[in-house]
C-alpha cells in the first residue's frame, strides 16, 4: 500500500482521527542513513508522529518539527514534517543496536532513553513558530507524543505508531491517532469506550502486515460512532529541500573574514545535509562572490 495519511471525525466531530502509513518513507530514511534495526524503529515512529501533528493545520507552509533529547545511546533524533505530506529526518547515532526489550520488540525506549525532553515546534507558515517541551514518558515516542497533546494542548488522545523491520528492510510503518475533543471528553462512558477499544489493539504494524487498510482500521475502531473518513487522502513521501543556493546562503552568514579564511587555508568549504547526506562543496570562486555580495551589501 502506498504511504498515505487521511483524516476522519466521529461521535458528531466530537472525535478526531488521523491514520498513516510511512513505510517507503521510512525505508528510504533507513537506506539513506544506514539506520540500525532499533534506529530505524525510533525514527519511523517520529515520522509518522509528526506527519500526524501537522495534519491538524490549515495554512500552506506549515510544519512541525519534533527533536526527541534521552540519555539512551541513539544520543537523540529530528523530525521535520510538513503539511504538504513530505517528511525527513535523521538520528545522531544511526548504527546503534540493543538487545529486544522484555516483550521481545525492538527496544526503542532503551535507545532513545527514559529521561529527557521532547521538544515540538509548530511553524504555521508566518509570524514566530510556537515550541513546547515535555519530559519524556517512555522514549517510545508514541506515548511522549500523547503526553505532550494532552500537557500542552490539552488534548486526551491515543496514539499508536509503529515499525517493523526485518532483514529485507522495513515493510510496515504508520500510525494512528484518535482525540477526544472537548466537546465529547464531557461524556465519559464514551471516553471509557475509546479508551478500552484503542488498549484492545495488538499494535499498528501487525494490522498492516495482515493487509488492513487504514478505513478498514478506522472502521473497526469508530464504524458504531458515526464515523466519517474526509475524502482527501494525502500521499506521504520522505524529501528533503536542501539546495546548493542554501548551503551558499547559510555560508554566507559566518562573514567576510570566516570565508576568505576558508578560501586560504582550505581552498573552499564543504557541508554535508544530516537529512538527506548530500555532501555540498563551494570552491573559491563561490566563497569570493559571497564575499563580494556582503562587501556591497555593507556600502
Keep these: 500500500m502506498a504511504d498515505q495519511l487521511i483524516r476522519a471525525t466521529a461521535a458528531d466531530h466530537g472525535i478526531r482521527a488521523v491514520g498513516v502509513i510511512t513505510t517507503r518513507a521510512v525505508e528510504q530514511a533507513r537506506q539513506l542513513h544506514g539506520l540500525s ?16 501533528l501537522v495534519s491538524s493545520m490549515k495554512r500552506e507552509g506549515s510544519r512541525v518539527n519534533l527533536r526527541i533529547q534521552g540519555d539512551g545511546p541513539l544520543g537523540g533524533l529530528i523530525v521535520d514534517a510538513r503539511l504538504d505530506g513530505t517528511v525527513r529526518g535523521y538520528v545522531k547515532n544511526p548504527k546503534v543496536e540493543l538487545p529486544p526489550n522484555a516483550k521481545g520488540k525492538l527496544d526503542v525506549g532503551g535507545a532513545i532513553g527514559r529521561n529527557g525532553y521532547l521538544y515540538v515546534i509548530r511553524d504555521l507558515g508566518y509570524g514566530f513558530p510556537y515550541s513546547s517541551t ?20 490539552q488534548t486526551p488522545s491515543a496514539l499508536l505508531v509503529g515499525v517493523f523491520v526485518g532483514a529485507e528492510g522495513v515493510t510496515a510503518s504508520g500510525g494512528l491517532l484518535l482525540q477526544i475533543l472537548p466537546k465529547a471528553a464531557e461524556e465519559p462512558k464514551l471516553v471509557e469506550l475509546l479508551e478500552s477499544r484503542v488498549s484492545a489493539l495488538t499494535g499498528f ?16 475502531l469508530l464504524g458504531d460512532l458515526g464515523l466519517n473518513i474526509l475524502p ?6 520522505y ?3 536542501c539546495t546548493m543556493e ?10 567576510a573574514t570566516e570565508l576568505q579564511d576558508m578560501i586560504e587555508t582550505d581552498g573552499g568549504a564543504e557541508a554535508t545535509c544530516h537529512f538527506c547526506n548530500t555532501v555540498y562543496r563551494a570552491d573559491p570562486d563561490h566563497l569570493r562572490r559571497l564575499i563580494t555580495e556582503i562587501a556591497a551589501e555593507s556600502s
Design 37 to 52: 534495526y532499533v534506529a530505524s524503529a525510533a525514527l519511523g515512529r517520529a515520522m509518522s508522529s509528526g506527519l500526524i
Design 134 to 153: 515535555v519530559e519524556l514518558v517512555s522514549g517510545e515516542v508514541g506515548d511522549d507524543v500523547a503526553s505532550y497533546l494532552l500537557n500542552s494542548e
Design 205 to 220: 504494524t501487525p494490522l498492516l502486515q495482515q493487509g488492513a487498510t487504514l478505513p478498514e482500521m478506522l472502521h473497526n
Design 232 to 237: 482527501e487522502v494525502q500521499m506521504i513521501r
Design 239 to 241: 524529501h528533503c529541500g
Design 246 to 255: 542554501r548551503m551558499l546562503g547559510a555560508l554566507k552568514m559566518v562573514g
